[in-house]
């Protein structure tokens, strides 16, 4: 009797045992980490593409940092110069860095900060022709809204941003510059653009394709920027140099170049490179 008085005094303390023995048998083993340096211009499509990579890849965890150009080139140059080793804030390695435009890239792999022969090219943007989504008629391509006197055009400032001088350079491109010269409606930025064709004060409004894919509710595409307009934006990754992890860095620049990932970039308003 008494034998069976400590069994069953034991029998909560057995129950719980096996209880966290199983939970830290189901528990799954820690991700290892992919971590991802990168413009905050990118924040949406990596952070697409990672959730997509994960849900595929449960024993991969994508980590992104973003910062700006200038910042971004500094954290890295002094991380791969710091004497303590190369580890990224203190922490860890960076695997892939992902700037907001492929010049950065270039002075990286001058300055060897990332490896040779690795940058793969994942995404383009190109400038797209807006219109309010209520707006019945329109202009079928950039040389109808040129040709069409009575058309204000809203465009990002050129002196200003990016895409201001991407609209410059397509009208020069195109031949259409003078003949929009004293019609355009520059705005301060892609927002302001957007403003002022909701608001009436543009017939048109000149943006990139993320942009407009954002406010699709409210403005669709007329017409997307012709080959002979220039080239455009292209977004490349490339590994940074003590990349610990090669394998996992190459199965992962394979994923943003696959269809999958194309899909989804696609769907954001990005274009996709050609295959070379």
Known sequence: MKTRTHLMALLPCLALSFSLLCVATLSPVSAEPLVIAASPSLATPLEALAQAYESTHPDVQV??????????????????NSPTGQYFIGTGPIHLI?????????????????????????????????????????????????????????????????????????????????????????????RAVLDHVLNGQADVGIIFGPDAVEKAERVRVIAVAPEKGGRPILHSMAMERYCPNRTLCDEFLAYVQSAEAGTILKRLGYGLPKKQ
């Open 63 to 80: 980590k992104l940092y973003f910062d700006s150009g200038l910042d971004l080139r500094r954290t890295i140059a002094g991380m791969e």
């Open 98 to 190: 992902a700037p907001g435009g492929d010049e950065l890239l270039t002075r990286l792999e001058q300055k060897y900060y990332v490896l040779p022969k690795t940058r793969r090219p994942y995404a383009t943007v190109y400038l797209v022709m807006v219109v309010p989504e209520a707006l019945v008629e329109a202009p079928s391509s950039f040389e109808a809204m040129a040709r069409d006197t009575r058309m204000r055009v809203a465009v990002a400032d050129p002196d200003l941003t990016l895409l201001g001088q991407k609209t410059r350079e397509l009208f020069k491109a195109l031949g259409i510059a003078e003949v929009l010269n004293d019609r355009l409606d520059v705005a301060t930025d892609a």
